[in-house]
């Protein structure tokens, strides 16, 4: 399905398609928040990987047992997907509790779920908002930069403690820096389409693999604002060299 969005007072019409949650704009695609801070180095996901192929090992080689060379083959394949398994499984979990979250802060009051694991996460998510007087302003907005050139859709924004603040829900392993980044670029184009919005905090809402929850505050936003514009030019270069190699390889092919 395709989404219209009109920002700056209708100059700008942006298009999602929520089937590669891909934004375009003048028939052009623009690059997003998520596929620029995707260029950010994640090393912490490779130890995280390795161990995962271990523990699939570990469970299934057994010491004394025999193993021809198809079943060992069959079983070192297995274990290079383990981690998808283990990703896919947790976000069933981190999936449900996010979209809890999100249809409540749209005022839609969702029913408690029977899932302990929910319940409890959930549980947490509540006692936060009640503790810390969250005041929901907006959710789920599509943002523009037309200076630097790219989309994106943040969570929401509230008023919390107080402050005017903004944020994002991640259901991941773990708060990266990367996830900083994503916050910095999202409050980027905002405050450009509206400069009255001064963001005070900047939360990231973490809904953990076994449905843990936690509130993290991005500490130093002007370090991860320069974070995202960094892995902004970076994404920009690899891009040039992509359409430089693609163009290339397409006058090499119309030669012959």
Same mark, same amino acid.
């Given at each position: 399905?395709?989404? $219209?969005?009109?920002?700056?007072?209708?100059? +700008?019409e942006?298009?999602?398609?929520t089937?590669?949650?891909?934004?375009?704009?003048?028939?052009?695609?623009i /690059?997003?928040?998520t596929?620029?801070?995707?260029?950010?180095? &994640? /090393?912490?996901l490779?130890?995280?990987?390795?161990?995962?192929?271990?523990?699939?090992?570990? !469970?299934?080689?057994?010491p004394?047992?025999?193993?021809?060379?198809?079943e060992?083959?069959?079983l @070192?394949?297995?274990?290079?997907?383990?981690h998808?398994?283990?990703k896919d499984?947790?976000? !069933?979990?981190?999936?449900?509790?996010? *979209?809890?979250v999100?249809r *409540?802060? &749209?005022?839609?009051?969702?029913?408690?779920?029977?899932?302990?694991?929910?319940?409890?996460?959930?549980g947490?998510?509540?006692?936060?908002?009640?503790?810390h007087?969250?005041?929901? &302003?907006?959710?789920?907005? +599509?943002?523009?930069s037309? &200076?630097?050139?790219?989309?994106?859709?943040?969570d929401f924004?509230?008023?919390? *403690?107080?402050?005017?603040s903004l944020? !994002?829900m991640?259901?991941?392993s773990?708060?990266?820096?990367?996830?900083?980044?994503?916050?910095?670029g999202?409050?980027?184009?905002r405050?450009?389409?509206f /400069?009255s919005?001064?963001?005070k905090?900047?939360?990231?809402?973490?809904?953990? #693999?076994?449905?843990?929850?936690?509130?993290?505050?991005?500490? #130093?936003?002007?370090?991860?604002?320069?974070? @995202?514009?960094?892995?902004?030019?970076? @994404?920009?270069?690899q891009?040039?060299?992509?359409? !430089?190699?693609f163009e290339a $390889? $397409?006058?090499?092919?119309?030669?012959?």
């Open positions: 399905m395709i989404y $219209k969005n009109l920002l700056y007072n209708g100059e +700008v942006i298009l999602f398609n089937f590669n949650h891909a934004y375009n704009y003048n028939g052009k695609s /690059p997003s928040v596929g620029i801070t995707g260029t950010i180095a &994640k /090393p912490q490779i130890g995280w990987a390795v161990g995962e192929a271990v523990a699939f090992m570990q !469970d299934k080689i057994k004394g047992v025999q193993y021809d060379e198809v060992l083959i069959g @070192f394949n297995e274990a290079k997907k383990a998808t398994k283990s499984k947790s976000a !069933d979990i981190g999936t449900l509790v996010h *979209d809890w999100r *409540d802060i &749209k005022g839609e009051k969702p029913e408690m779920p029977i899932n302990l694991q929910l319940q409890t996460s959930i947490s998510y509540l006692n936060w908002k009640k503790e007087k969250v005041e929901f &302003k907006c959710s789920e907005q +599509v943002v523009y037309r &200076k630097h050139h790219f989309c994106g859709t943040f924004n509230a008023i919390v *403690d107080g402050e005017f944020s !994002d991640k259901t991941s773990g708060v990266y820096d990367e996830t900083f980044a994503q916050l910095a999202y409050e980027l184009a405050t450009e389409e /400069p919005e001064v963001y905090r900047r939360f990231i809402l973490w809904i953990g #693999r076994n449905g843990d929850f936690d509130v993290v505050e991005s500490k #130093r936003p002007d370090t991860a604002l320069e974070m @995202f514009l960094g892995a902004k030019k970076i @994404f920009d270069a891009k040039t060299y992509k359409e !430089d190699y $390889k $397409k006058k090499a092919q119309s030669a012959t």
